[in-house]
């Protein structure tokens, strides 16, 4: 069984979609790869489990609490390359940030190489589906520039600043 739920939150409507185990993917409405990765049809979200814990999660959130991403049964779908960004996104932690750059130098110590692709890794992030939890949003241009939100670079921002962030580097 898969569940559907949305959720009315300061950045916009975010729709939940889960499993009976995990949650597969938190988009912000209307966002760039909408519901990419899940297919069919899926049942009201508010008797799941996993939709509650996620709904939870993001109330702390929104309130100004610190959740972190382990502390959510999450199962995002997608190759073994974009599993490895996305675990390491989840590393980074709140009110801070890293670069297209600093993951790929990550990705090509793991693999064994002396260089990776941050292009490459910028097209994993963008395509993670599980916004916010998973925090996409904390990953900059090496220059300080916001670019690359699948949500839209305000939403990106207003993150970023909820989060204390200093902001007086970031354009």
């Given amino acids: 069984m898969e569940y559907r739920s949305e959720y009315n939150s300061p950045v916009g409507k975010l729709i939940l979609w889960a499993d009976e185990n995990a949650l597969k993917g938190l988009w912000i409405e209307n966002q760039k790869y909408f519901e990419e990765g899940v297919e069919g049809k899926a049942l009201p979200g508010k008797d799941s489990p996993v939709i509650k814990q996620a709904e939870q999660w993001l109330n702390r959130y929104f309130a100004g609490g610190k959740p972190t991403p382990d502390e959510l049964p999450l199962h995002p779908e997608g190759s073994g390359f974009r599993q490895k960004v996305w675990k390491l996104l989840?590393?980074?932690?709140?009110?801070?940030?890293?670069?297209?750059?600093?993951?790929?130098?990550?990705?090509?110590?793991?693999?064994?190489?002396?260089?990776?692709?941050?292009?490459?890794?910028?097209?994993?992030?963008?395509?993670?589906?599980?916004?916010?939890?998973?925090?996409?949003?904390?990953?900059v241009g090496t220059s300080g520039s916001l670019t690359g939100y699948a949500g839209g670079i305000e939403k990106k921002r207003w993150l970023l600043e909820h989060e204390g962030v200093d902001m007086s580097r970031l354009y």
């Fill in 90 to 139: 989840c590393e980074i932690p709140l009110g801070e940030t890293t670069t297209y750059g600093a993951l790929a130098q990550k990705i090509a110590a793991e693999l064994g190489k002396t260089r990776f692709s941050a292009q490459a890794v910028g097209g994993a992030v963008g395509h993670n589906p599980i916004s916010i939890i998973i925090p996409c949003h904390r990953v």
